[in-house]
T-cell receptor
C-alpha cells in the first residue's frame, strides 16, 4: 500500500542548478498534482495533470515544468533553481473521474533548499 | 480571488477536551471543502470532504460542518487525545471542471497528556 511516492525526500541545490522531482502513484488514479508549501502561505498548486497526456498550469507555475510520463508518474522539473523556490514540494493524486468531489492523496514531500 | 483563513494558528489543550477548529473562505461559490491532517515531516491526509450541498460530515470523533452562505466551516474533535496532535488544514475547491484546491495556512494542535 505505497500510495503516492516522492523522491528525493531532501535536496540542496545551488542557484542555477537544475533538478527533477519524481512522483509515482500505484492507485490507478487519473489525476495528479504538484503543490508547494511555504511557511505562512499554505499549499499552492504549481501544475496539475487531469489525465495521462494532459498538463495545465496552477497558481504558481513560473520557473517549473512538468511531464506526465505515463498514468503512474508525474515529474516536476526546475530548469534553473532560484532561492525563491526553496520550499516543501508535495505530489498528490485523485481518481479523476471528472467529478469535483474527490479526495486527494498526498506523498510525504520533498524538502528543497536552493542556496 | 478565493482566500481561506484558519483561526487560531495554534491551539494547546489537555487530553479529553472537546475542541473546535475554524475555517473561513471569502467566495461562497465552492464545490466542496476538505479537512486535512498533516503530521511533522509528512504529507497530508484527507480527513473529511463536505460537498457544497451538504451541511456536515462525520468520521469517528471528527465532525465537520459547512455553512456555505456565511463562508465558514468548523472541525469538531471530541475527546481529544495526544495522537490528535498535528496541523489541521482546510481547503476549498472553487473552480469549475477540475479540482484546484485553495488551502488555509492551518491550525497547529497540541494535545497534552
Amino acid at each position: 500500500n505505497a500510495g503516492v511516492t516522492q523522491t528525493p525526500k531532501f535536496q540542496v541545490l545551488k542557484t542555477g542548478q537544475s533538478m527533477t522531482l519524481q512522483c509515482a502513484q500505484d492507485m490507478n488514479h487519473n489525476s495528479m498534482y504538484w503543490y508547494r508549501q511555504d511557511p505562512g502561505m499554505g499549499l499552492r498548486l504549481i501544475y496539475y495533470s487531469a489525465s495521462e497526456g494532459t498538463t495545465d498550469k496552477g497558481e504558481v507555475p513560473n520557473g517549473y515544468n512538468v511531464s506526465r510520463l505515463n498514468k503512474r508518474e508525474f515529474s516536476l522539473r526546475l530548469e534553473s533553481a532560484a532561492p525563491s523556490q526553496t520550499s516543501v514540494y508535495f505530489c498528490a493524486s485523485s481518481i479523476g473521474t471528472a467529478a469535483t468531489n474527490e479526495k486527494l492523496f498526498f506523498g510525504s514531500g520533498t524538502q528543497l533548499s536552493v542556496l | 480571488k478565493q482566500e481561506v483563513t484558519q483561526i487560531p494558528a495554534a491551539l494547546s489543550v489537555p487530553e479529553g477536551e472537546n475542541l473546535v477548529l475554524n475555517c473561513s473562505f471569502t467566495d461562497s461559490a465552492i464545490y466542496n471543502l476538505q479537512w486535512f491532517r498533516q503530521d511533522p515531516g509528512k504529507g497530508l491526509t484527507s480527513l473529511l470532504l463536505i460537498q457544497s450541498s451538504q451541511r456536515e460530515q462525520t468520521s469517528g470523533r471528527l465532525n465537520a460542518s459547512l455553512d456555505k452562505s456565511s463562508g465558514r466551516s468548523t472541525l469538531y474533535i471530541a475527546a481529544s487525545q495526544p495522537g490528535d496532535s498535528a496541523t489541521y488544514l482546510c481547503a476549498v475547491d472553487h473552480d469549475t471542471g477540475f479540482q484546484k484546491l485553495v488551502f488555509g495556512t492551518g491550525t497547529r494542535l497540541l494535545v497534552s497528556p
